[in-house]
């Protein structure tokens, strides 16, 4: 029969890794708008509107400050939905937050202000203008409530940029006596505060609190916002609100910038707000939003494995949630590297399930301030997922997750054993830890840690995730790192030990089949062949045409009452065929490892794969190749092993 591999997966040379040209290759998402969240035929009249009866306008070049007309709707708009009280003199347009704070960077140095605090975490491209522009920066840490006041210095004359009503990326939400001590603070240190209203009208939960610009009376408060989440990505149009005396400060300098957005888009979304479509359809978005943030959050309670895996924080903010995943990591050695390695890790672990999402079409971003110990946390932007496929993309966005996972750290090379946890009690460890010497002795390294240490950090991962019955994974590089994850499970269903299971040939073999190192070239394209033909499991054919091993099991065949298995340098030499082998032999029976070739295979009347995972698992069949599931050695085989294995 033909192997089912849509290419040749066999390797005429050793694997070699060069780490300083290795790079990571990341998609990057756009972020994008459900069309259900804008009604762009009202867009489409305002556009027309003004090309018919003000193309005049259009001949002239954009005010540097914005357009008068848009200037007065977002100040009487402001007015009445946030409280905010300016004239349309004091408002400056912008394409973006970031543009706007650079127009605030220059406006502070001409006020003789160089030092900044900022929020941690927080939104880290605004430090990082103000770091470029030269500013000492001071990051103050984020509570419930909001920045940790007390933490402002008191000598120093400042700016502090805060998000007080939808505080990224924590949500935190300041009380209103707590803003009123910021307000103090600004006036007693003759400092500016830097008010980001962040999402405020799309929140979740609760009437917006007071702003502090409003509360000030628009003496020490810049305040910020944006029409992007409540209009669609494309129209890149944020404003900022300056103090009388910032406002006239900018007056002096702006001739020194170029407008950055478009003229028509002002003009049109002047007359969107003049209409009262702008607020008509920000009560469509809020209740498109809140049933979408609804079904995303039924999805991850649905699929992340009940919070200890994957979990839903800041559920508040109206077009995006935190994911926390639990990789459920556990450092055991940090080898050469140290710490260095394991934020490594966490990083590029992070970086692959942002690509993962951008496969899915999905925007997800990284928060390396929140990150630690095991935990990563993403934001997912929910409200970009059309409401009828919010469920199907969260199940696979989990699914993708878990995949990162259990490739582990895999930008340098590394050598791994997975160990299956069985009532919390690591099963066959000495075992696995023999192997672990000779994969790493194989490559010239000891192993930098005892089999006791080990058995005692499985200990302290299973009882921390309070995790009975599970695989896991230890990684050990060639730093000398080590580190525990949960690996996905796939133990067989009671019917499949019954019925067998479905696999097929697949040409292909492991660089060192002595070493477990992982192979991720043969690992994606053994996995995609599993996916598509609805397989188990595939079985490597190497370039003499020989059966070597199935893809992540060993292969073992009868005929005749005697069992065949190919010999142990064609193949990883795996713990559970180790224990399998000494098994059979110890009943009498007997036991060929020798070359099975792949045209022989319907000369054998039953199979069986074992594993971590399957232990002693029938094949059905082969191909079209048929073999007997109820075999009688089969079966005492399988529960020999089922005893030996109970005894741990």
Known sequence: MT?????????????????????????????????????????????????????????????????????????????????????????????????????????????????????????????????????????????????????????????????????????????????????????????????DDYNSELRETGAPLPTLQGLDGGERVVYMGTFSPTLFPAVRISYMILPRRMAELFETIKANYDPTCSKTEQLTLARFMRKGWYQDNLLRVRKLYTQKLHDALDAIAAYGDGGSFMTAENTQAGTNIIAKIDTHARTVSEGSSGRERTEEIRQEMTDRMVAAAADLGIKVTGISQLSHDGLIYLVLYYHQIPSDEIRDVIRELVQEFRSVIMKGGLDIPSVYEVVRLTDGKPQFLPEHFARLENSLGSIGMAVPFTCEHLAESIDALARDGNILNHNIKLEVDISGHSVLYLNPTHYPSAEQYACGVTTELFNGERKNPNIKMMDQELRDATDAAIREHGLYEVILVDRSGQITEGS?????????????????????????????????????????????????????????????????????????????????????????????????
């Open 3 to 195: 192997p089912i591999s849509n290419k040749e997966l066999i390797a005429d040379t050793p694997e070699t890794f060069d780490r300083e040209s290795a790079t990571l290759a990341v998609s990057h998402t756009p972020l994008r708008a459900d069309p259900a969240s804008f009604d762009f035929a009202k867009w489409k009249e305002c556009v027309d509107g003004v090309l018919k009866e003000r193309p005049d306008l259009l001949l002239t070049a954009s005010d540097r400050q914005g357009e008068p007309e848009l200037r007065a709707e977002i100040a009487s708009y402001l007015y009445h939905s946030r409280g905010v009280i300016c004239s349309e003199d004091q408002v400056v347009i912008s394409a973006g937050t970031q543009q706007l704070v650079n127009h605030l960077a220059r406006l502070l140095r001409l006020m003789d202000i160089e030092h900044v605090c900022t929020e941690d975490p927080g939104y880290t491209p605004v430090k990082n203008i103000f770091r470029d522009w030269g500013f000492s920066i001071s990051s103050i840490p984020v509570r419930e409530d909001g920045i940790a006041i007390e933490k402002l210095p008191t000598n120093i004359r400042s700016a502090a940029y805060v998000c007080p009503q939808n505080q990224f990326p924590t949500g935190a939400v300041m009380p209103l006596d707590h803003r009123h001590i910021l307000l103090n603070w600004a006036e007693d240190n003759d400092s500016l505060l830097i008010e």
């Open 552 to 648: 992540r099991s060993n292969v073992f065949f009868i005929k005749k009452g005697e069992v065949y298995t190919s010999p142990l340098h064609q193949v990883l030499p795996g713990v559970t065929r180790g224990k399998l082998i000494e098994i059979i032999r110890s009943q009498g029976i007997v036991l060929h490892e020798e070359p099975i070739l792949a045209a022989d295979i319907a000369s054998f009347d039953a199979a069986f794969i074992s594993g971590t995972s399957p232990k002693v698992l029938p094949i059905a069949s082969v191909g079209d190749v048929k073999y007997d599931v109820d075999d009688p050695l089969l079966r005492r085989i399988m529960l020999w092993y089922d005893e030996a294995f109970a005894q741990g």
